[in-house]
Every structure is written in structure tokens, then in C-alpha cells.
């Protein structure tokens, strides 16, 4: 068993505070959702996905938990040994179903969990060897593609990429077809992509998942500020923001925005960012999508469609594409 982090040679310092500030100074005003994910944005987002109304976590460990070996005969089907690289692996605790069926089936792999937050490389470095006796392990900290590329440079074997948890629905279609036909790029032919869509479905449950009565998503959201303050010497005053989802059935987006209370001045180490009242900060996208949506995606960005796994109540589903 090996467990090594490797750390992206980016300064994600310098990257957080530029892209911090190329988004505040534009019109409209926008972050960047994987900055979330700080020690407490984690345990915030576990709160998020405990909460009754964020059926998405559910929806997905249903499939994991009873589809895992049909996942597993799906992957190993090619017969060859394999890198299993999963994007945004935060806790593991979906993906580990996953692994252990792969484990159980003696398959030979090793497995990459790429995540933007040093937190969680490191605390998954620390006790998934522990449930997993025998695994594979290197843990890549850094941004998607520079540990995807990493990746690539340590091993040659097949590649079998994890993108789960609707990671791809925190991009507008116009982007996630980017961001797909970027990821084939870095694939070679019969690579295996299993990427999670959360599913068009009642707007009043899609909207009450983003907007919850705890005020817990308001929080996550809000502590991105926190952490501006206290990483990129920033003085946002929280209290004068507030958290507001709204929810576009036709075209699937859920979008969620921090709106300025008042009018003021915002300082982020000696650049000063400049709200009007009732300015909005545009901060994540939560895309749903059509089957036929995630289909036509796939072939737009030179995947083939394989399989779905659906929860029993088509909430969500989780595909497999091969590089075409």
C-alpha cells in the first residue's frame, strides 16, 4: 500500500486571491464555487448533505451502495489493469462502495483522489487505508486537470475517471461541454468517465434543496467571504449579505447569489471592490439536466455513452461514458 500526496506546483494562494478579484472587478460580479472548500466549507457541506431537503447525497449513495458491483463488472470489463482517478473526491464516503467492490473482486488498480482542499487529501490519506486495508493510494491536491496531467505522468495504465456528486452540475452546459472536451483531451481511446447528474424534477424540491429552512447552504456560501477575510486579508462584514437561490425550470439552472445589503466598499488587501445596494454576487450553479441532455453531451465532447444507474426514485443518475 502507498499513500503519497503531491502537491500542485501552482501557488493556490496566489490563484485564489487572482481569481478572487478577477471575478469581484467584473460586471456582473462573480466567485469561483471550488473555493468554497476550506477545513470549514468541508464541514459545512457535510451539513448540506445530512440536511432532509438535499435529496442529492441520498439519491446517489442509494446507487453506490446497490449498484456498486454492477459499476465494478462495468469497468472491469475491458480485463485490463486500471488507474481509477476520482475529481473532487472529498470524503470518499459514496466512492468507497465503489472501491471495496474493486477490492473484493481482486481487480488490479490503484486509485487517485484529486481534491482542491489540502483538508481532505490529507484526511483521506489518513483513514481510508484503515477501511481499505490493501489499497492503492496517491492522493493528488491541486486543481481537476494539473493532478489529472500528474496523474498521467506516474502511471501509463488505463484510466477510469470519477466525477461524481453532480460536480459537473456547478457548471453552466456551456462550460460543462468545455470542461468534458478538455477532460477527453487528457484521455486516451476505451478511458472510462463515470460522471453523477442530478435530474430535472419538481422545481419546489430542486429550489428547497439550495434554500434550505436551516440556513445551512446560506452559511457555505457566506463562509467564502469568511475565508477572504482571513486568507486574503479581505473585511467583507457578513452581516451585510444575504444568501438568495432561485430555481429555472426550463433550462434546469439553480443558481445561488450573495446580494449587498447596502452600498460600500470592500477591501481585499490594498484593492478596494465597490457594491452598489442590492448588487448581487453570482456563486454557484447547480445545472439539472435531461437524460437526453446528458446524452448529448457526452457525444458533443467525443464520449460514447455505456450505461446508467439510476436511484430508485430517478433523482439521479450516475453514467458511464467511453472515450470515443
Given at each position: 500500500m502507498t499513500t503519497t500526496t503531491i502537491e500542485t506546483t501552482t501557488d493556490n494562494k496566489t490563484q485564489f486571491l487572482q481569481e478572487t478579484l478577477a471575478g469581484l472587478h467584473?460586471?456582473?460580479?462573480?466567485?469561483?464555487?471550488?473555493?468554497?472548500?476550506d477545513a470549514t466549507g468541508d464541514r459545512i457541506f457535510q451539513q448540506i448533505m445530512e440536511m432532509e431537503e438535499y435529496y442529492l447525497t441520498n439519491a446517489e449513495m442509494e446507487i453506490l451502495q446497490y449498484q456498486a458491483n454492477q459499476i465494478s463488472q462495468a469497468i472491469s470489463a475491458d480485463g485490463s489493469i486500471f488507474d481509477l482517478i476520482?475529481?473532487?473526491?472529498?470524503d470518499a464516503t459514496k466512492s468507497i462502495y465503489l472501491l471495496k467492490s474493486l477490492l473484493d473482486s481482486q481487480l488490479e488498480f490503484s486509485y487517485f483522489p484529486i481534491d482542491i482542499s489540502a483538508h481532505v487529501i490529507s484526511d483521506l490519506e489518513e483513514n481510508l487505508p484503515k477501511k481499505l486495508p490493501g489499497l492503492d493510494m496517491k492522493g493528488l491536491n491541486g486543481d481537476y486537470f494539473n493532478m489529472l496531467t500528474k496523474a498521467t505522468e506516474l502511471s501509463s495504465r488505463r484510466k477510469v475517471v470519477l466525477f461524481m456528486g453532480a460536480n459537473i452540475g456547478n457548471m453552466s452546459i456551456a462550460d460543462a461541454g468545455k470542461f468534458c472536451s478538455s477532460l477527453k483531451k487528457l484521455l486516451s481511446p476505451k478511458d472510462l468517465l463515470i460522471i453523477g447528474f442530478d435530474l430535472k424534477k419538481n422545481p419546489k424540491q430542486i429550489l428547497s434543496a439550495y434554500n434550505d429552512k436551516g440556513g445551512i447552504t446560506r452559511s457555505f456560501n457566506l463562509n467564502l467571504l469568511h475565508r477572504i477575510n482571513k486568507?486574503?486579508?479581505?473585511?467583507?462584514d457578513l452581516n451585510n449579505f444575504?444568501?438568495?437561490?432561485?430555481?429555472?425550470p426550463e433550462s434546469g439552472a439553480c443558481k445561488s447569489y450573495l446580494i449587498s445589503?447596502?452600498?460600500?466598499?470592500?477591501?481585499?488587501g490594498?484593492?478596494?471592490?465597490?457594491?452598489?445596494?442590492?448588487?448581487?454576487?453570482?456563486m454557484e450553479i447547480s445545472q439539472k439536466y435531461s437524460l437526453n441532455d446528458i446524452?448529448?453531451?457526452a457525444e458533443k465532447t467525443g464520449f460514447k455513452p455505456l450505461?446508467?444507474?439510476f436511484d430508485q426514485h430517478q433523482y439521479f443518475v450516475d453514467a458511464i461514458w467511453k472515450v470515443d
Open positions: 467584473s460586471e456582473p460580479k462573480f466567485m469561483r464555487s471550488k473555493y468554497f472548500y476520482e475529481l473532487g473526491a472529498g486568507e486574503l486579508d479581505g473585511n467583507f444575504e444568501h438568495y437561490a432561485s430555481y429555472d445589503l447596502k452600498k460600500q466598499i470592500v477591501n481585499i490594498q484593492n478596494a471592490i465597490h457594491f452598489a445596494e442590492n448588487e448581487d454576487i453570482f446524452d448529448q453531451l450505461q446508467r444507474f
